[in-house]
C-alpha cells in the first residue's frame, strides 16, 4: 500500500518592520496593534487548511483504486483508507468469477456449480444478484449478469488477441448463438431464506463486470460515511464516488471524464463539480483488441452478440454508484434516443455520450455539473 501525501502550505505569512525613530514607543504600539490585526485575521480566515491526503492500491477489480480525503490527521486517514480498501477486497474476493479464495464460496464458486447444485453465499452475493435483477427488467434485458457463457467467448478471443495480435481473429456467430442459448436470467434461482444461489443451466455462468465495481463502492462508502468517513473520494477503475463535499463548506469535489478521443489534446472531456454523487464511465478505449485494423471492445450488445458500435463512451452522473455503473454499460447497447428517453426518466440522473462520430450529446441538467 503506498500513500502519496501532498502538503498544502499555509498561505499566510507574517511579517512585520521594526521601526526606529524618535517616536519609538508608539511605533512599537502601532506595530504590536498590526501584528495582533494579522493574527487575528490568519485565525478568522482558517488559516490552517487540512492536508489533501491520496492512497492507491493496484489489487483490486483488475484496476485502480484511489482513495482521496483532506484530512490533518495522517494516521486517521491511513485507518479509513485501510478499512475502504479491506472491505472492497472483501467485495472484490466475492464477485470474483476467475479466482477461488480460501474459506470463501463467491461467485466462481456459483458458476463452477452450474447445474449441479445450490451454493450457500454471503449475503453480499445474494444483494448484488437482487440488483442485477432489479436492473435487467429495467433495462429491457441489456445488462444480464447471465450473459457469462456470451462474454467468455469475447474475453478469452481478447486476451489471446491482445496476447498475440497477429493471430488475433473474431468468435466464430455460430459459437456465440449456441452461448447465447444459455443466458436466461430467470434461470439464476436465488433462495434468500437459505442464502443460496443455483445456476439451474449446466451451460450458464455470471459475470458481474457491468455492475460489480460500481455496487461494491457505493456499499463501501456509505459503511465509511457512516463510521466517520463524511467526507472523500473513492475511486476505482474511474468509477467515482464523491462521499459529501470536499470541506465542511461544501465545496464540490472535481472528478474528471477521460476524453475518450485524446487526439484533440484534451486528456479531459469534462470536469465535474460533484457533492455526495458518483461519475461513471464506460468506454471503448478500457478493454480491447484489434482484428484486421478494427477494435473489438468489451461490452457485448445482446441483440448482435458483438460490441456495440454506437459510442465511444457513456457516462453517468447520479448518486448511487451502482446505479451509474448499471446504466453506463446499459445505455451503451442502446440508441441514443432510448438511451435519452431512459436517462430522462429517472430523477436526479444525467449522461454524456461520446457517439462514435466524435460527437457529444447530453442529457437536459448535464452541463449543470460543469466546472464553473
Ligand atoms: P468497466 O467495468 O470496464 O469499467 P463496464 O462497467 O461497462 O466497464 O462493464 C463492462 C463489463 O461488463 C465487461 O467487461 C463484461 O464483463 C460485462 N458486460 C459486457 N457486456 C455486458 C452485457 N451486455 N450485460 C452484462 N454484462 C456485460
Ligand atoms: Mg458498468
Not at 485575521?41 to 482558517?46: I, P, T
Not at 463502492?217 to 459529501?244: D, H, P
Not at 472528478?255 to 457533492?275: E, F, K, R, S, Y
Request: proline content about 3%.
Amino acid at each position: 500500500m503506498e500513500f502519496r501525501n501532498r502538503q498544502v502550505k499555509y498561505r499566510g505569512f507574517i511579517s512585520y518592520r521594526r521601526f526606529v525613530s524618535c517616536r519609538r514607543s508608539i511605533a512599537l504600539l502601532l506595530g504590536a496593534i498590526f501584528a495582533a490585526a494579522m493574527l487575528f485575521g490568519l485565525a478568522g480566515c482558517g488559516a490552517k487548511r487540512p492536508v489533501r491526503r491520496e492512497a492507491t492500491f493496484l489489487r483490486l477489480f483488475d484496476t485502480k483504486t484511489t482513495i482521496i480525503a483532506y484530512m490533518d490527521d495522517e494516521e486517521e486517514f491511513a485507518w479509513y483508507a485501510q478499512m475502504i480498501y479491506d472491505s472492497l477486497e472483501e467485495y472484490h474476493r466475492l464477485f470474483d468469477i476467475y479466482n477461488s479464495y480460501e474459506g470463501i464460496s463467491n461467485l466462481k464458486t456459483v458458476n463452477d456449480m452450474a447445474g449441479k447444485a445450490p451454493v450457500k453465499v454471503d449475503r453480499r452475493i445474494i444483494d448484488l444478484l437482487k440488483y442485477a435483477k432489479e436492473w435487467y427488467e429495467k433495462t429491457d434485458g441489456e445488462i444480464n449478469v447471465a450473459f457469462g457463457a456470451v462474454l467468455r467467448i469475447w474475453h478469452d478471443y481478447r486476451e489471446r488477441g491482445m496476447e498475440d495480435p497477429d493471430a488475433a481473429g473474431l468468435p466464430p456467430l455460430e459459437a456465440l448463438r449456441e452461448a447465447a442459448e444459455h443466458t436466461d436470467i430467470n434461470k439464476v434461482i436465488i433462495d434468500e431464506e437459505a442464502s443460496t444461489v443455483f445456476l439451474e443451466d449446466p451451460g450458464m455462468s455470471l459475470d458481474v463486470g457491468a455492475i460489480a465495481k460500481g455496487y461494491a463502492v457505493e456499499q463501501v462508502s456509505r459503511m465509511a460515511a457512516e463510521k466517520g468517513f463524511t467526507s472523500g473520494l473513492i475511486s476505482v477503475g474511474g468509477n467515482v464516488r464523491a462521499v459529501g463535499s470536499k470541506d465542511g463548506s461544501g465545496t464540490p469535489w472535481n472528478v474528471g471524464i477521460q476524453n475518450p478521443d485524446p487526439g484533440n489534446g484534451n486528456a479531459m472531456l469534462h470536469v465535474l463539480d460533484v457533492t455526495d454523487a458518483s461519475v461513471v464511465t464506460s468506454g471503448i478505449y478500457e478493454r480491447y483488441y484489434t482484428v484486421d485494423g478494427k477494435n473489438y471492445h468489451h461490452i457485448i450488445d445482446p441483440d448482435t452478440l458483438f460490441p456495440s458500435e454506437e459510442y465511444k463512451s457513456v457516462s453517468i452522473v447520479c448518486k448511487d454508484s451502482g446505479m451509474a455503473d448499471a446504466l453506463s454499460t446499459a445505455i451503451f447497447n442502446m440508441s441514443f434516443e432510448e438511451g435519452m428517453v431512459f436517462i430522462e426518466s429517472i430523477p436526479d440522473t444525467e449522461a454524456v455520450w461520446v457517439l462514435s462520430s466524435g460527437e457529444l450529446k447530453y442529457s437536459s441538467h448535464f452541463r449543470d455539473y460543469i466546472r464553473k
